[in-house]
């Protein structure tokens, strides 16, 4: 089983619609998650961070859920700029020693 | 935007020569990071490093060898490149604050072409 496993998509929707991602990830010890955001050959880059309680950035709304060891990101109100590639991310400290793990990426194309 | 910065950022090489790719970094955090790239498998960890040579594999490490001689530098070394090394290569790096791993930053990558 793969550390963390992502929909590869695409997730081809119109402007204004609301799309949810979901990522699963293995390792019950890991300690931080993140969401991140990668434009076509471009390098990846911070969307947002992923607290337990859930926390939201505008448009965008992302959960941890432990006990089932899933993270979601929920877009609303979705815009053409929004098109990219969403990649989930979990940290986790193997041995005192911090490891990155990334999911292979969810593309979500949004359409006029 | 983090200090980190990926040389060369292309590199067209033969088979079988080998090939060094830098990652630089200004912002002294402890861990660091090579992925690859490709179509289909996202981004794979080849090597990392938490701290002056300390290093260990990742998942595609076969082929690859690293070192950190220094906090700021990481080096990546294609022993003898294959054509299955052509990738998109990322390096990473991040910190520990209070317990709590922070987010990656990345480089711009480098694109590498084995011919």
């Known amino acids: 089983r793969k550390e963390v496993e992502q929909d590869p998509g695409p997730f081809n929707v119109p402007e204004g619609a609301t799309v949810a991602f979901n990522c699963t990830y293995s390792?019950?010890?890991?300690?931080?998650f993140f969401w991140y955001r990668q434009d076509c050959r471009k390098e990846p880059k911070l969307l947002m961070s992923?607290?337990?309680s859930g926390n939201e950035d505008g448009r965008f709304t992302a959960q941890l859920n432990r006990a089932s060891q899933y993270i979601s990101l929920l877009i609303r109100d979705s815009k053409l700029s929004d098109s990219a590639t969403y990649l989930c991310?979990?940290?986790?400290?193997?041995?005192?020693?911090?490891?990155?793990?990334f999911g292979t990426g969810t593309k979500l194309q949004v359409i006029p | 935007d983090a200090g980190i910065t990926q040389s060369p950022r292309h590199k067209v090489t033969e088979t079988g020569t080998p090939v060094t790719l830098r990652c630089h970094q200004t912002?002294?955090?402890?861990?660091m990071y090579w992925y690859r790239q490709d179509p289909g498998h996202g981004l794979r960890l080849i090597h990392y490093?938490?701290?002056?040579?300390?290093?260990d594999k990742g998942e595609v490490s076969d082929g690859y060898s690293v070192s950190r001689s220094k906090t700021e530098d990481f080096l990546l070394t294609l022993e003898s490149a294959t054509s299955s090394q052509t990738s998109v290569y990322f390096c990473?790096?991040?910190?520990?604050?209070?317990?709590?791993?922070?987010?990656?930053?990345f480089g711009q990558g480098t694109r590498l072409t084995v011919v």
């Open positions: 991310v979990v940290s986790t400290s193997t041995g005192g020693y911090q490891k990155v793990t």
């Open positions: 490093s938490y701290g002056v040579k300390d290093t």
């Open positions: 390792n019950s010890a890991s300690q931080s």
């Open positions: 990473a790096i991040s910190e520990t604050r209070q317990g709590w791993n922070t987010e990656a930053f």
């Open positions: 992923v607290y337990s």
């Open positions: 912002e002294n955090h402890r861990y």
